[in-house]
């Protein structure tokens, strides 16, 4: 009983309430303070062994004293059952890192996601589908890709899943989020919300490709299948792809992610080593030349920053041979392996 008591409340009470160097210090603690117990009725014929217990006692108490944080920039930190999560604010930005990597960024004065970030890149799926009605978000962080879009798209639907519920909260009391009409969050698996969940979606934009930690099962071929079977005709899956074009990695998502939807296209974003991957059903790729004359024709009716056309001047020809790269699939899907060798 007290293995099992002690299993689950460290992992489910302790790790996600406390620092790990603060749950040391406490049990350590308590286990020199049974030593004490235990000698107390001896302490005569046990001097040494008894100030030693009490020696480390008191210092498995300095130990376990919380942190003081002298850090003004540092707003929020907490180690949830999925990850670590710091808020951090430098010049009227706020950041949202998870794990010790940076998800997202969101300007005070306005609210949207600062210059050039990746999630302003999430309006190209405009170039294949111009008329977005319905958004899926899979993978919330701060709800940067849908507060943007709807600052020129105001009547998009956008649902946003994560399986963290600390990430809505976050989002909510840091980063300016809003519930509002036409916006929905759920905290749930992405996939398992997508097996049940009867509707379809004109985007899917799935953001959970991002430091150390991937979910493998987000990344294989049934999954993309998933997402191809909840997108309305002429849908597009967009992907924030965390990972250079030569790396395996990101060689084993493209073969995936081809094995599932006929067209892809991949944008390389400016100032960053991440890559913006379309995809859509559709059997003709659109070549790029069709691509900058639809934005072209797009810019006159919405004014993104980048602009459409400069999306779509950043559009890359993937000279890989895919034909050599395994497709990852819920049978084999060495995520963490392709990720670590990526490191290196």
Not at 89 to 114: F, M, N
Not at 293 to 318: C, K, M, N, Q, Y
């Amino acid at each position: 009983i007290g293995s099992l008591a002690g299993t689950l409340i460290c992992t489910f009470v302790l790790i996600p309430v406390l620092r790990i160097e603060l749950i040391l210090g406490l049990l350590l603690a308590i286990t020199a303070l049974t030593g004490c117990a235990a000698l107390a009725e001896r302490f005569g014929q046990q001097k040494l062994r008894a100030a030693l217990a009490l020696a480390l006692f008191a210092a498995a108490l300095a130990t376990a004293r919380p942190a003081v944080i002298d850090d003004d920039s540092l707003l929020f930190k907490r180690m949830t059952p999925y990850q670590t999560l710091i808020v951090e604010e430098h010049d009227g930005v706020r950041y949202l890192k998870s794990d010790r990597v940076q998800h997202s960024s969101v300007r005070l004065s306005d609210g949207l996601p600062v210059a050039r970030a990746y999630p302003r890149f999430a309006a190209g799926a405009l170039l294949i589908q111009p008329e977005l009605e319905s958004l899926l978000v899979v993978g919330m962080g701060a709800g940067n890709v849908g507060t943007y879009l709807r600052t020129q798209l105001p009547e998009l639907a956008v649902d946003y899943v994560d399986i963290d519920p600390a990430i809505p909260e976050v989002a909510r009391r840091f980063f300016l989020f809003e519930d509002e009409p036409g916006i929905g969050v759920h905290v749930d698996d992405g996939r398992r919300f997508l097996a049940a969940s009867p509707k379809h979606w004109d985007y899917v934009y799935v953001d959970t490709y991002i430091g150390n930690s991937i979910p493998f099962h987000l990344c294989t071929v049934e999954f993309f299948r998933e997402v191809a079977r909840h997108l309305a005709p002429g849908g597009v899956l967009g992907i924030n792809l965390s990972s250079s074009l030569d790396r395996p990695f990101a060689r084993a998502m493209l073969r995936s992610v081809s094995e599932v939807f006929p067209s892809v296209y991949v944008v390389s974003i400016q100032a960053s080593t991440n890559q913006f991957v379309m995809a859509s059903a559709g059997s003709t790729r659109l070549p790029l030349t069709a691509l900058e004359t639809r934005a072209t024709e797009l810019d006159r009716r919405w004014h993104f920053e980048p602009s459409l056309e400069e999306i779509a001047g950043r559009h890359v020809h993937v000279d890989l041979d895919l034909l050599a790269v395994e497709p990852l699939s819920d049978q084999f899907a060495p995520v963490n392996y392709l990720v670590r060798f990526d490191a290196e």
